[in-house]
């Protein structure tokens, strides 16, 4: 169970409600995931937004290596949320349940393209030494673009902070008919 209560536009800073309604009138009122609690300040909601919208959207990521890097920081920062959350449309995208495994359990690898080795290599240096390896760097260079690796390194961001707000707070893991996913820890 979450540690915040439901979010209302009671909660909001009086000089932010004007942006709450703007917001929640074009964006809705969430009960999952990190926009039902940003909400409660929606000056740092729209700022998340707009990033998010371009990291998932423009950037030079594509769709399959958005869905992994969900998957390397909800392990690596043991989100169980976010995994719940991210597992089945990853699967969808075309990952396998035996690099979800590898995944969950830090074992071998399964073959995987360099671009998709990339995004774990990168995730797991940044996350347990942080710090990326010149090698490590060199191949997410070689990917995605000097301009992709900038995204890359910020969508990782991103999600680290929302990992962050999402373990702080216990946000609820969503189960409306969905498929269990083996746990994260």
């Not at 976010?82 to 399964?110: R, V, Y």
Request: aromatic share 10%.
């Amino acid at each position: 169970m979450s540690r915040l209560s439901p979010a209302s536009r009671d909660q909001v800073p009086e000089d932010q409600r004007s942006l709450f309604d703007e917001l929640t009138k074009k964006h809705g009122l969430s009960k999952y995931a990190t926009a039902s609690i940003l909400v409660r300040v929606p000056r740092i909601w729209a700022i998340d937004r707009e990033l998010g919208d371009y990291l998932i959207r423009d950037s030079a990521l594509s769709q399959d290596v958005i869905h992994l890097i969900f998957l390397v920081v909800s392990q690596e920062l043991d989100c169980q949320f976010m995994w719940d959350w991210h597992a089945e449309p990853a699967i969808k995208a075309g990952f396998s349940s035996e690099l979800l495994e590898a995944l969950l359990n830090d074992t071998d690898l399964p073959k995987l393209s360099d671009k998709h080795l990339a995004v774990i290599y990168y995730g797991r240096e940044i996350y347990r030494n942080h710090f990326v390896s010149y090698g490590t760097f060199s191949m997410a260079k070689e990917q995605f673009g000097e301009a992709g690796v900038v995204d890359l390194g910020m969508l990782f961001g991103r999600l680290h902070m929302h990992s962050l707000l999402l373990n702080g707070t216990d946000a609820e893991i969503r189960s409306e008919g969905k498929k269990p996913v083996p746990p994260v820890y």
